[in-house]
């Protein structure tokens, strides 16, 4: 870690405010949180004392990444895509709507599979999409007959 | 001493019935398959499987676990030396002389070093863990809540303040764990914490979905969020795998010195094992005959770091047994495996199971046994793994990662909350947070509240009583210090740096 040089303001890093303020949040939230609890212990500490003191902890951790990121003292980044970043969430985010409608286990883990394999660069959606379906259908059965674990059933499960 | 022999052959008679040696064999493959693979670490390996073993039998599947550590811990290394991604951080100082090697075409006797060296170290600190557990647990029985409340402020403090990087940036990650410990409903009093009238959060945040989360989901988000950055060349392996008569000589002395090192650091709750792997490595350079060839492949670099590695494994469960108390985010892994079966590793267990802790431990043995014969003589199988196409290895990863949370608990919260920890494994990995204190935050922030609630019971509320007890006011001492110390010293180094 270096401590910087003086002579040579660096620049303030922004996220690191951002991070900053979160935690200041998170404590604020913590402390709000901590309000509505009843001390009902007779001796010691209640279940609102160890909430107050994380939040403690939380804001002056938010004061010393603040101090971090004015002095600029984070470590470099390197550039980042986002566009890949997006697509494997929006493969989570179809995952989570699937499982939530009924559509079963295995539409909902192709999704993502497909999304997630375009996120690192394979443009051959067809063939994503049929290795997908065999490999899920696949652990359904493994999962569903050999482990008797419950995965969600949806249309497709039921014609197994 | 008796004592213990005695009850490491009770053990083995347990690790060798034929279903324990069922559940050891898979283990080790599990371990070494998926730490094989870039980007998993054994945190990450245990996590993954805990959801699907929670019907199995409590001792098989702990001593699965066992195997699936250790054998992460070989695979991982293979990663290292093949294609320089270390899975996780303890392997980046073999990365560093292994992927060498292996460039230069000695990438046969590079595994076979650290292959053969992680089984003297494996070897040698189980040992160590049979002798040392006993004696501890002798020790740590005399503990009263203030003292196991004062022993976990130590732990939080050495794994995410002192060996870090950055102390801020270690204990922030230290405090959301400490904060997601909180949600659910307090255990003394039945009221609710940062729930937010959610149902599914009533029962707190699940570690698994955490871990997954944090590890699984995170590293895919940020290995493609800058795949335009490196391109990971996979290193075949040619020529001989054995080592020559030469390699021996120079290696034997690096996996006893390295496991001089790994094993009571690792066993002491000083976090990690990236201590002493980076400590062998520069012990060895400065040891070695060969200095020339250090930077460029020099064997010793892989032997030595190696052992370390394995060795602080062994050395991570001493504490995780004999105390309950998880000093590595594997360690806190397999707490939560012991905490699926309603167990909790610590004195009490040794007396009242002792078949499950020695069976356990003896079948450490055994793993160590079964690894190196799956490790050398097939090492080309596992080569294989490693050349599945990144987007389907992480698409499958991924895949992996959520059917563990569809099969515990197919919810919408559960898995949205899945998605959020990746999320925010991807920031902190961006921002260069430490993931590993958010984990044992979890975990051990719950039981440093209630115990540190009772000892304040106990002694009606004074909490004086933190100071009174030797043992307690010694090892907050030891959390202050291991505290401070970064600090104190970022300033000496800052004062230095004015002097020049």
Redesign the interface.
Known sequence: ?S?GDPAQPRRVDR??IV?AAL?AA?AA??VW??RG??S??M?????EA??VV?AT??AL?AI??FI?AIRGN??A??????V??V???V???L??AI??FGGG?IL??SA???T???????RAVLV?TI??LV??TL?YLA?DRL??????AGPLERLL | MIDTFAALAHGMAVAVQPMNLLYALIGVFLGTAVGVLPGIGPALTVALLLP?TY?LDPGGSLIMFAGIYYGGMYGGSTTAILINTPGESASMATALEGNKMAKAGRGGPALATSAIGSFVAGTIATIGLAFLAPWLVDFAVRFGPEDYFALMCVAFVTVSATFG??P??G??SL??G??LG?VGI?K??G?A??A?GVPELLDGVEVTTLAVGLFA?GE??YV??????TEEKLEPVRGSLWMTKEDWKRSWKPWLRGTMFGFPIGALPAGGAEIPTFLSYSTEKRLTKHPEEFGKGAIEGVAGPEAANNASAAGTLVPLLTLGLPTSATAAMMLAGFQQYGLNPGPLLFAERPDLVWGLIASLFIANCMLLVLNLPLVGLWVRLLAI????L???I??FA??GT??AK?S?VE??M??GF??LG?LMR???FPIAPVVVGLILGPIA?SQ??R???I???DPMTLLQSPISATLLGVALIALLAPFVL?GL??FK?NED
């Open positions: 870690m401590s996220a690191g991070i935690l998170l939230v913590l949180d901590s609890l009843q009902t212990a001796y010691g500490m209640g279940p160890m909430p994380v902890g939380l951790l010393g990444n971090d984070l470590p980044r390197e550039s980042a895509d986002p890949p970043v697509l494997i969430l493969g989570l985010a995952l989570i499982i939530g286990f909902a883990t993502l599979f497909v997630t394999s375009a996120a690192f660069g394979r994503d290795i997908a490999m899920s652990i999962f482990l008797t674990l419950s995965l969600p | 699907v019907k990087d950055s801020i940036r204990l922030t405090f959301i400490l904060t909180l307090d003394l009093t009221q914490r940062l937010f989901v895919a988000l493609a969020s800058r795949r335009h950055h196409p990144q987007p389907w992480y698409a499958g991924l895949v959520t059917m569809i099969a197919p919408v898995l949205s899945l998605a990746g999320v991807f961006r921002f260069d509240e540190l609630r000892a304040l019971a002694s009606l509320g970022k180094g800052r740096a």
